[in-house]
């Protein structure tokens, strides 16, 4: 858990950092360049981006306008074609090879076109003494402010998950999210299929007290307890095995239970304001599920993308 002085101090470093990097990215063109991380606080903010046999370095920023990192991914973000690094408790030293400002973009927007393309964060967010850090439970019990800001900053995930969804939903087929917050995602997807049935529930009561002025239905359980029936559910909504939720362990252990929900046929979406934390396509693999698409674009901006994982279970399994 993080103090208050440890998250000044780390928005007034992302600052710097973003200000730094302007719009001449983190490295001369074409030329092998490093960077160094000294906090631990910041290490969830690198990423990697598998694209066409070439591994991507990146690394979120944090604008003037936001204390916390969006989920979006930008061509600035983007450091370069990914070298090595060096780790050691005091920094962690990047190399990579930066490429022009267009190439980035068109890096990017190639990704978001490519099933076979996929985004990691190998660090989970740490703090001061490297130990997980964690979000207290409490503040996900529905407060104003929070959910003026989950909903606003999940319009790109709705969008994505009608486009992606669009060509496999059937009428009658359930849609369940397992920790729906104030409901808004799982609604949408009410609303753009409508011949769905609609599952919501939260542990928070106060987050499913919210839920259900959209859905009425919503139950409070325990999203990880298995609160309903294995393999009947055709679109399963997995949006908080992510950073700063749950530990990574927590995170697997969730993504091998949870995905016992998904009927023959049915899909999973998986995805987070913060970064997803399994390592899905390697997991997705061992338990059967195929990974139809990892990464998402915005729409009508295809160089601006962030994790979205569409999964299958096959319709016949043995």
């Not at 529930?201 to 839920?211: C, G, H, N, P, R």
Request: glycine content about 6%.
């Amino acid at each position: 858990m993080f103090s208050h002085q440890d998250e000044q101090e780390w928005l007034q470093q992302e600052r710097e950092i973003n200000a730094a990097v302007g719009d001449g990215g983190f490295g001369p063109a074409d030329r092998l360049s490093s960077w160094t991380e000294r906090s631990p606080f910041a290490l969830c903010q690198y990423f990697l981006l598998r694209l066409g046999g070439t591994t991507w370095l990146g690394r979120k920023l944090v604008p003037e306008d936001r204390t916390d990192p969006s989920s979006v991914l930008t061509p600035r973000m983007l450091m370069g074609e990914f070298e090595s690094l060096r780790f050691t408790r005091q920094r962690v030293e990047f190399y990579f090879t930066a490429r022009s400002a267009q190439a980035h973009a068109d890096t990017l927007a190639r990704a978001s076109k490519d099933p076979e393309a996929d985004l990691d964060f190998p660090f989970p967010r740490l703090d001061r003494d490297w130990n997980e850090a964690l979000v207290p439970a409490y503040v996900w019990d529905g407060t104003a402010e929070l959910t003026d800001s989950l909903d606003p900053d999940e319009e790109h995930f709705r969008a994505a998950a009608a486009i992606v969804l669009r060509d496999v939903v059937r009428p009658g087929d359930t849609v369940y999210d397992p920790a729906c917050s104030t409901g808004r995602f799982v609604s949408s997807l009410g609303a753009a299929f409508p011949e769905c049935r609609v599952l919501a529930s939260d542990a928070s009561q106060k987050m499913v007290e919210l839920a259900r002025r959209r859905i009425p239905d919503a139950f409070v359980a325990d999203g990880l307890s298995m609160p309903v029936p294995e393999r009947s559910v055709q679109v399963l909504v997995l949006r908080f095995l992510n950073a700063e939720v749950l530990s990574a362990d927590a995170a697997v252990d969730g993504f091998r239970s949870l995905t016992r929900l998904i009927a023959p046929g049915g899909h999973a979406l998986v995805f987070g304001h913060t970064p997803v934390l399994p390592a899905v396509r390697h997991l997705a693999g061992e338990l059967g599920l195929e990974v139809r698409s990892s990464v998402g674009a915005v729409p009508g901006r295809p160089d601006e993308v962030f994790q979205f994982y569409l999964l299958s279970r096959p319709a016949a399994t043995v």
